[in-house]
């Protein structure tokens, strides 16, 4: 069992930046995937970004890439997402979430624990 806690979010003017930690508990941290997925009220869950096992392939979604970052670090059980020049379309809850397979993938039904959330709002 896999337990994930988002910290990171909250209330930033657009242009600015946020950085979102998940800190997973439980063994084998280190062989999953790690995705943070989105979902603003109204709209479907969507993906937002990946990092295989040992963070050497990473995946983004059209409309974060090149803004936002994800990383990880083992030693520490914890995943990021660092979030430069925030729009307001951004604004969503965040989820971080954990594959049992260490490949990284955008598919929601690959990810096998999510954690709770953690809201990001953009103010424009």
């Known amino acids: 069992q896999v337990q994930l806690v988002e910290s990171g979010g909250g209330l930033v003017q657009a242009g600015g930046s946020l950085r979102l930690s998940c800190a997973a508990s439980?063994?084998?941290?280190?062989?999953?995937?790690m995705g943070w997925f989105r979902q603003a009220p109204g709209k479907v869950r969507e993906f937002v970004a990946a990092?295989?096992?040992?963070?050497?392939?990473?995946y983004y979604a059209d409309s974060v890439k090149g803004r936002f970052t994800i990383s990880r670090d083992n030693a520490k059980n914890t995943v990021y997402l660092q979030m430069n020049s925030l729009k307001p379309e951004d604004t969503a809850v965040y989820y971080c979430?954990?594959?049992?397979?260490?490949?990284?993938?955008?598919?929601?039904?690959?990810?096998?624990?999510w954690g709770q959330g953690t809201q990001v709002t953009v103010s424009s």
């Open positions: 979430t954990a594959s049992a397979s260490p490949r990284a993938t955008i598919l929601p039904y690959e990810y096998n624990y």
């Open positions: 990092t295989s096992w040992s963070g050497f392939n990473t």
């Open positions: 439980g063994r084998s941290f280190s062989s999953y995937a």
